[in-house]
Every structure is written in structure tokens, then in C-alpha cells.
């Protein structure tokens, strides 16, 4: 089998790493692809923009590739999906409008109420008179977002009244975020402890990933903007069997149910970012409608079960009987960001000691591009180092030691990544 992965980032990389490591696949072309991804095993980058699908389409055609698997949000919402189904070809990603559960945080809690999905009571609106109005009348911490995609950083978690209606102010003006924040949605702000539950689905029966927690804030303790991602672990221990059940049964079945009754079957990876009260109760924080970045990596990273097989019996609609398998052991993974990210950054410093081959890591590469035979940094996020080890704590040191052995001008990443297992495992 040949097999497309449409991204350059480090869930990318990992898809394309985990798909090159299947007996049954003979290359992966990766669309444009990393330095990680042209350096890795059976891989091959192909310089073509995550947005040209048509230039996607002829690759297949001309490699007889059989199957596609994308991995950013923006072609979801494009329709991607159409396109390739237009040409009678596998593209493993839901459609233009199943992926508005990502694309539009407005239709996700429509979605949500209308189906009895626990979330967040809201308000969506467009007009800033409205937007205070809410603010002052709920009070703080409240919850902030931009209607649509803004790269994982539309979001404010606002301590003050005036924190949120600046935030307010700034997305409506489309001066924080464009037209992604012309509309907002002000949530509730819900007390708990986040995770990441990620599944498969052929448009009826699911099939569960590994948990895994991921860190939004750019600096320790959770402070600072909200980023992409700079860093996540599987498993979670906060998703227990009993969570885990609540999950699926409150969240997952009845979002894949509800997405097939409104005729917008969902096939493809559905991410439920949720939150989990002391008390067990699960709300749903955000839908995703592909794999989650950064973990991607360290579930991936686990992942023993053929993952090309798993797609494509999923795109012909044939996931009911199938498993998945993951190894016992605990992945961590560190993201090494450019400094100043995820706000002004610079890019096109030199990284040295990508070479390390320390045991029981997997350095990942997202903003990271090859110029005159050196990997340099070409973006915010530019390398996850994934740490694995059957005790938690020694798999959480595999990767920090991943990362130090690595350096480039201004690179930043949090010192806490785990943090709240390692609470969990001290009482």
C-alpha cells in the first residue's frame, strides 16, 4: 500500500512515522512535509501545499496512492474530502460539513444542545454590545473563543470582566484572529482537570485511541496565551474505566449517532478535548476533527496495531470488529518551541544535536525545514521529544533529556509536562 499524509507539522510526522512502520506499506508521501519526514524511513516529502487539492489528486494518481490521511484542520473545512471522493479516490477525513464541528465552535454547541451533550452554557454572538452585556452579567473566570480556526489559539480564559471584554473587543474587531473571530463564543468556565479522547469512527462504529492530556499555556503552571500545544502524555490517569465509560457513552456515541441522523456522517479522527469535575462528570471543552497535536506523538508513539489497515477499513466503512493495541508503557512528549511563540517569533536558526539516539526517544520535527544539508527552524512549534518508559516518571525524564541534548537560538518549552499525573502519582 502507498499511503499521503497531507501536513508539514508534528502530528504529521508522526502519522507519517507510524504508517512507514506497517508491513503492508510500501512508501508514504508526505504533502509538503517536515526535515523529520524527509529523513524518516519509506518516506518521501512532496512539495505541495496543504491547500492544493488538485495537485493532491494527480500525486495519487500518478503514485497510485491508496490512500490519503489528512492531518490539519483547514483542508477539513475546505473539503478535502469532496475532492478526492470526486476522483474516486480513498482520502480517510470527514466532509465539509462534518468537520464544522471544528470549524464553527457555534455549530459544535448547537450540536451539543440539541443532542444532550454535556458542555459549557454560552453565548454565541457577533455584536460587542451583547458580548459585555453577558460578561458583566455571568462574571469571571469566563471563556472566550473565536467562532472558527485560529491554530489552537483563539481561546482566553479570562480572570476579570475586563481581560474578557478586551479579549471580546479584540476578536470582534478581527484585529486578534480575522474573520475567524468575527463571531465569538463566551462559555461558562468549567473547574477540572482537561484530557484529550481521540477515536476513529467509519460514520457508525468507533474505535478508541490511547487518552492523553496536552498543556495549552506557553509557560509553566499554566500561565500565559494559549498556544497549539507544548506538550501531552498518554495514558491520562484522570480517564479511569469509569471516565472512560462516561466518555463514550455520554459523548462519543452520541455525537457519531447525531452526526448520522443530521445526514453529515462523521468519518475520520474526532478529537473530544473535555473536562473532568472531581467528582467524575465529563464536559465537552472543544471538538477536533483530526488527530490532535502534540498527541499525536506520544499515542502514536505507543500505537502497536497497524495504523494504515485501521484507516482504510474505515473509509469502506468496516471498522466494526476491528482493535487497536497500545503499548503499556507511559510517552511523554516535550515541545521545543521558537522564543516568543505563539506570539512574534524569528525562524531560520540552525539546530544542532537532533543526533542524540538517547534510548527510549523519538524526537518528532514540526517548524523544521533543511537548508544547505542543516535542519534550521521555519515555525512556533519545532520539535516534540517523546520519552517512553513503563514507570511514568523516568519516561518524563527520557524526554527532557531528549530535549536538552538539543539546541537552537531562543528555543523555549515548559518544565512541567506531566505535572498532573505526577500530582496523581504522589497521592
Known amino acids: 500500500m502507498n499511503v499521503l499524509v497531507v501536513g508539514s507539522g508534528g502530528r504529521e510526522h508522526a502519522l507519517a512515522w507510524a504508517l512507514a512502520r506497517d508491513d503492508v506499506v510500501n512508501r508514504v508521501f508526505v504533502a509538503p512535509g517536515n526535515a523529520g519526514t524527509a529523513n524518516e524511513s519509506k518516506c518521501t516529502n512532496v512539495a505541495i501545499p496543504v491547500s492544493d487539492f488538485d495537485a493532491q489528486v494527480e500525486l495519487c494518481k500518478r503514485e497510485r496512492i491508496d490512500l490519503t490521511i489528512i492531518g490539519p484542520e ?4 475546505n473539503g478535502i474530502r469532496e475532492r478526492f471522493d470526486a476522483a474516486g479516490l480513498k482520502c480517510f477525513a470527514p466532509s465539509r460539513k462534518a468537520a464544522q464541528l471544528e470549524g464553527s465552535k457555534a455549530f459544535a454547541k448547537d450540536f451539543m444542545q440539541r443532542y444532550g451533550i454535556p458542555t459549557a452554557s454560552h453565548l454565541t454572538t457577533s455584536h460587542l454590545d451583547e458580548a459585555v452585556a453577558y460578561i458583566e452579567e455571568q ?3 469566563i471563556v472566550v473563543k ?9 481561546v482566553v480564559v479570562a480572570q476579570t470582566n475586563a ?29 477540572g482537570e482537561e484530557a484529550s479522547y481521540i477515536v476513529m469512527s467509519d460514520g457508525e462504529a468507533v474505535l478508541p485511541f490511547a487518552s492523553s492530556q496536552d498543556h495549552k499555556p506557553v509557560f ?19 480517564i479511569d474505566e469509569d471516565v472512560e465509560a462516561k466518555i463514550l457513552d455520554e459523548v462519543i456515541h452520541p455525537t457519531i449517532n447525531g452526526m ?7 468519518q475520520g479522527f474526532l478529537y473530544a478535548g473535555l ?3 472531581k467528582n467524575k462528570d465529563v464536559h465537552v471543552v472543544e471538538f477536533n476533527c483530526r488527530f490532535g497535536d502534540p498527541e499525536a506523538q506520544p499515542v502514536l508513539y505507543r500505537l502497536r496495531s497497524g495504523l494504515s ?5 474505515a473509509v469502506n466503512g468496516q471498522l466494526r470488529g476491528e482493535s487497536i493495541e497500545f503499548d503499556e508503557r507511559a510517552a511523554v512528549g516535550v515541545v521545543v518551541a521558537s522564543g516568543g511563540y505563539p506570539e512574534q517569533y524569528e525562524t531560520g536558526y540552525k539546530i544542532s544535536g537532533l543526533d542524540h539516539n538517547l534510548a527510549g526517544t523519538k524526537t518528532f520535527h514540526a517548524g523544521t525545514q533543511i537548508h544547505d544539508d542543516e535542519v534550521h527552524t521555519s515555525g512556533g512549534r519545532v520539535l516534540c521529544v517523546v520519552g517512553s518508559d513503563a514507570d511514568f516518571m523516568q519516561a518524563r525524564q527520557r524526554a527532557y533529556e531528549g530535549v536538552e541534548a538539543i539546541d537552537f537560538k531562543g528555543q523555549h518549552f515548559r518544565t512541567d509536562i506531566g505535572y498532573r499525573a505526577i500530582e496523581r502519582l504522589q497521592n
Open 74 to 77: 483547514d483542508p477539513l473545512v
Open 139 to 141: 462574571g469571571s473566570p
Open 146 to 154: 473565536a467562532n472558527g480556526l485560529a491554530a489552537g489559539k483563539g
Open 163 to 191: 481581560e474578557a471584554i478586551v479579549a471580546a473587543t479584540e476578536m470582534l474587531s478581527g484585529d486578534r484572529f480575522g474573520e475567524a473571530g468575527r463571531e465569538i463564543v463566551i462559555e461558562e468556565f468549567l473547574v
Open 220 to 238: 509553566d503552571g499554566g500561565r500565559g496565551p494559549n498556544t497549539g500545544g507544548m506538550g501531552a502524555y498518554s495514558p491520562a490517569p484522570v
Open 260 to 266: 448520522s441522523v443530521d445526514g453529515t456522517p462523521f
Open 275 to 277: 473536562m473532568i469535575s
Open 309 to 313: 489497515s485501521l484507516c482504510f477499513a
